[in-house]
């Protein structure tokens, strides 16, 4: 798989997207950014509204999936062009969504609505509708999703790579540091777990380093053993995504799953290991 | 430290630290180019060893908050055109550390 095959630039979005079988989505967590301004031709996808179930702690199911896409004027035939706000965190996480439920031709906009806006590039508030299509979703792929019992089994056994900041993985923040630290469960990290946060994947106008220099941060640095399966985590599920998706997309590698529990699940189960402190 | 911050919450380039009843170590602030309110743009967090930490736009009056720890970071802002500030603060339990940041673009 090349780069090519899983990212698109902003050059190539302003020629294209206005082809048709092309749709562009904007992802975000808070929603009034595409309200604002966006893309032109972009539709929105809201994070948790739209791709979380509203009663369970869980992403929407099947049937969900396939209502919202058809809903948001998606087939199955279409490229679909993701990006959004965050450095591309919740695009990369619907872009993992995606794919999980089958779908063949999808990419991420590199560097997202971030690069976008530092280039000066136009944004608009027209809303596009689409008319509605018959969108039909494959059975979820859970070769690249992990639950927590995987992880707790997989401690010492398997590559963990905690994406979250190095004092979010120390203990001393609980949540990223633009939200507010209320969480109640237990700080800390799964034992055995490298911290390789997100942000050394990206530069910092939001673009993916290149393939060496991932290589570099993964193998070298961080000394994953790239034979084994990893599974990557974070605190919701969506920085692990950018992680999964640089592992499992952009490098190559095999067994790689997103264990979108993390966190908040995992450091609010009774009995489980946790470690302090910096990792090893 | 300023006693009474006016306007945007601190002076023009500088730091006004205010006591905050929600017991959050916060550090907030506007950007401005010429005086205006840079509307968009990011503000990065970055901890003592330089790390990112957080990021967030800049609201349309040019503000951001963050919530962080105790200690010393470093709050990196980035604009259009190349646009670029940064200043380094510490900030404290209870505390609000305001900034006041104004960026200038390359050969502007």
């Given amino acids: 798989m090349s780069r090519s095959d899983v990212l698109v630039d902003a050059d190539w979005v302003e020629a294209h997207r206005g082809d048709p079988g ?10 009034t950014a ?4 966006h893309i032109a031709n972009a539709v929105k996808l809201d994070w948790k509204k739209d791709l979380q179930d509203p009663v369970r702690r869980d992403f929407v199911d099947k049937h969900g999936f396939e209502e919202l896409l058809s809903d948001r004027g998606i087939s199955n035939d279409d490229l ?3 990006y959004g706000g965050n450095n591309n965190w919740f695009a990369a996480y619907a872009y993992w969504y995606f794919r999980l439920y089958g779908h063949a031709g999808v990419k991420l906009l590199d560097g997202g609505r971030k690069k976008w806006e530092l280039d000066s590039r136009d944004l608009v508030t027209e809303v596009v509708q689409r008319p509605r299509t018959s969108y039909h979703a494959a059975d979820p792929d859970t070769s690249i999703r992990a639950f927590r019992d995987e992880v707790i089994a997989s401690i010492g056994q398997r590559n963990l790579v905690d994406v979250r900041s190095p004092d979010e993985f120390s203990g001393k923040l609980l949540a990223p540091a633009h939200l507010p630290q209320e969480q109640a469960q237990r700080a800390g990290h799964i034992p055995t777990a490298r911290n390789v946060p997100w942000s050394k994947a990206a530069n910092d106008d939001g673009t993916f380093k290149s393939d060496d220099d991932l290589r570099k941060l993964y193998g070298d640095q961080a000394g994953l053993d790239f034979g084994k ?8 599920g969506e920085r692990s995504a950018h992680t999964w998706f640089v592992l499992h997309e952009l490098l190559g590698q095999r067994g790689v799953k997103n ?11 009774v009995g489980v290991p946790i470690e302090l402190g910096e990792g090893r | 430290m300023t006693g009474q911050p ?12 205010t006591e905050n009843s929600s017991g959050e170590a916060i550090i907030e602030g506007t950007v401005s180019a010429g005086g205006a309110p840079v509307q968009v743009g990011y503000a990065r967090l970055l901890n003592d060893g330089g790390e990112f930490v957080a990021e967030v736009p800049l609201g349309s009056d040019g503000g951001f908050r963050f919530f962080a720890a105790p200690g010393t970071w470093t709050v990196r802002v980035l604009a259009p055109r190349g646009a670029r500030a940064e200043e380094t603060v510490s900030a404290d339990r209870g505390h609000t550390t305001t900034l006041a940041v104004s960026v200038t673009a390359p050969g502007s």
Avoid: F, H, M, N
């Fill in chain 2, 6 to 17: 006016e306007g945007c919450g601190a002076p023009a380039g500088g730091v006004a630290v």
């Fill in chain 1, 229 to 236: 399966d990893t599974i990557a985590y974070c605190r919701i």
């Fill in chain 1, 259 to 269: 264990y979108d529990g993390s966190w908040t699940e995992y450091g609010s189960l």
């Fill in chain 1, 80 to 82: 679909v062009i993701l």
């Fill in chain 1, 34 to 37: 595409y309200d604002k301004g």
């Fill in chain 1, 22 to 31: 092309v749709v562009l989505v904007e992802v975000d967590e808070d929603t």
